[in-house]
């Protein structure tokens, strides 16, 4: 409290103990009798700085300058006004853009009735799940894997075996369908080539979304087996900036990492996929992967190799917990 009121004391009467101050110097340059006493400058900052508190004294003169700068540069100030108040507003938009896109249901027919289906298992084992335990509404999670708070392992991806098992099933669902997003592909359209993200879907997605085309058709399940014809659907925004609209893409013949699709079909423009943090420009049936990729073949036959993410529409009438106790402890 003494150092408090001794700096309080100092404000109030700054001059008194300034002359004061310098007088004491004086003297004590007279007592040492060098010529020179030192950075007199130097020793009455260090005196000062026990008197008083520097931080704010310097937080004060600093303020006091810039308010006298910003008075005399108006248009300086101005401009660096202005320069805040569009990164505040800028930031303000992105953040309004990405909770539109990324927290809001799909646009596709009765959202609600979506699950998407992952897995837990007791220790973080991939290949080794032990029950169909989690199932949450589409807007949630997506194809990711983690610890929940119980230190289960939890994973969104599955083996192409499960979803064939999935599919035999229809009492709890109307219809079950699956996704696969791989690294960009090399398109080559019209002799233009890009690199574009796409995704391989099996025969029933589109018709599980309830998603109608804008232009043509869309990938039915005849379209999802070995040795069928090498289709295409592309998003309303490649569409438009390849083709010029959603009608002139449909018959078109593109190359998609040397190989020849034609595009059959092209999505409605308020359809962005399932995952909003990565909207493919097109779309290709689940078994082309095997005319794209030379390892792909095995990936349906091995009940190890997880690579699929599964999704599905409940039975009218068919609640989450229902669906979750039909399923439970079927892996193991």
Not at 272 to 296: K, R, S
Request: one cysteine or more; proline letters at 5%; aromatic letters at 12%.
């Amino acid at each position: 409290m003494d150092g408090l009121f001794r700096r309080l004391l100092y404000y109030f009467r700054r001059r008194q103990f300034e002359a004061e101050f310098d007088e004491e110097m004086e003297h004590h340059a007279a007592l040492s009798g060098q010529p020179k006493f030192g950075n007199v400058t130097l020793l009455k900052e260090d005196s000062r700085a026990m008197w008083t508190w520097t931080f704010w004294e310097q937080l004060g003169q600093d303020l006091r300058y810039a308010l006298r700068t910003m008075a005399n540069n108006k248009a300086l100030t101005a401009l660096a006004a202005l320069s805040l108040a569009l990164g505040i507003g800028a930031n303000t938009a992105i953040y309004s853009f990405m909770d539109s896109i990324l927290l809001r249901s799909l646009p596709v027919q009765d959202p609600q009735s979506l699950v998407m289906m992952t897995w837990q298992s007791n220790a973080r084992d991939e290949e080794s799940p032990h029950s169909i335990s989690v199932m949450h509404g589409v807007h949630t999670r997506s194809g990711s894997s983690y610890n929940d708070p119980h230190k289960r392992y939890v994973s969104g991806i599955f083996p192409y075996a499960a979803f064939e098992l999935f599919q035999k099933d229809d009492s709890v669902f109307t219809s079950v369908f699956a996704h696969y997003q791989p690294t960009p592909f090399n398109l080559y359209v019209k002799g233009q080539a890009d690199v574009a993200n796409g995704e391989f879907i099996s025969g029933d997605f589109f018709r599980g979304l309830g998603v109608p085309p804008a232009a043509g058709r869309l990938i039915v399940t005849d379209d999802d087996r070995a040795g069928a014809e090498s289709v295409a659907i592309f998003s309303y925004g490649l569409s438009q900036s390849r083709f010029g609209g959603a009608e002139q893409a449909v018959g078109q013949s593109i190359l998609i990492n040397n190989i020849p699709f034609t595009v059959v079909g092209v999505t409605p423009p308020e359809f962005f996929g399932v995952n909003p943090g990565i909207a493919p420009d097109f779309y290709l049936p689940m078994h082309a992967n095997l005319l794209l990729g030379a390892t792909a073949r095995g990936w349906y036959l091995n009940q190890n190799v997880y690579w699929i993410e599964i999704m599905a529409r409940l039975r009218p009438g068919v609640s989450i917990a229902q669906a979750q106790a039909t399923w439970a402890g079927c892996f193991h």
